[in-house]
């Protein structure tokens, strides 16, 4: 479980306000993860990387951004053009051939 | 695209009982089919997973099926115990890149003693 960690683990936030989620992992995965995760609803995908410096937009992008500097780093910015961001945002990784995906403890970020 | 149902949304069963989630998908090209449990406040972990050339897979007391013709997959848990109650995740991969999934909205499960 500690091959992949998040932080912070809560995150509190004013409105207008950009915050940024740590993602690291030491697994040596090509691949890295974001996702959402709202009360009733599934894992929704926000971005994804496969190699270092290339990353591609998933199913709810809109408000978020990535980058992806290091094999071992991929951090999430939630903008303030994000209207709704309070939710639990889980970062995964995977081998890019096995098809498991590692997930992190996740962060919950509250907008207040 | 992809999309992923699952059903029931809620499921509670007695101590040793079975428990059955079934998942349907929408993408024939979809060849990877993982499910996840997690546990209240934890991460997802994977806890069986069956790919597309294959129609049964079994690990201990927990088993999946895949129909691929009906597009649709089962997760089998069997002589379920407390320490089974967690919300579990289906997914399917998006097309025929396995590493990509689509996941069903989960499925709460509670064994009640």
Request: proline share 5%; glycine share 8%; charged share 20%.
């Amino acid at each position: 479980d500690g091959g992949i960690t998040q932080s912070p683990k809560y995150l509190f936030r004013k409105e207008g306000q950009n915050v940024t989620l740590s993602c690291e992992q030491n697994l040596n995965h090509d691949a890295m993860y974001w996702y959402r995760q709202d009360p009733g609803q599934g894992l929704r995908l926000i971005y994804y990387s496969q190699i270092v410096n290339d990353f591609q937009k998933g199913d709810i992008a809109e408000g978020y951004s990535v980058s992806r500097e290091k094999k071992e780093s991929f951090p999430l910015t939630v903008t303030s053009a994000q209207k709704n961001p309070t939710a639990f945002y889980l970062c995964a990784s995977s081998t890019g051939t096995s098809g498991e995906q590692f997930f992190g403890p996740g962060t919950r970020l509250t907008v207040l | 695209g992809e999309n992923v149902e699952q059903h029931p949304s809620t499921l509670s069963v007695q101590e040793g009982d079975s428990a059955v989630i079934k998942c349907t998908y929408s993408d024939s090209a979809s060849n990877y089919f993982p499910w996840y449990k997690q546990e209240l406040g934890k991460r997802p972990q994977l806890i069986i997973d069956i790919r597309s050339n294959v129609g049964e897979k079994k690990d201990q007391r927990i088993a999946v099926t895949l129909n691929k013709t009906a597009k649709h997959f089962s997760l089998h848990i069997t002589e379920t115990q407390p320490e089974d109650s967690a919300v579990y995740f289906c997914a399917a991969s998006r097309g025929n890149y396995g590493q990509n999934f689509v996941f069903g909205p989960g499925t709460r499960l509670s064994v009640l003693p």
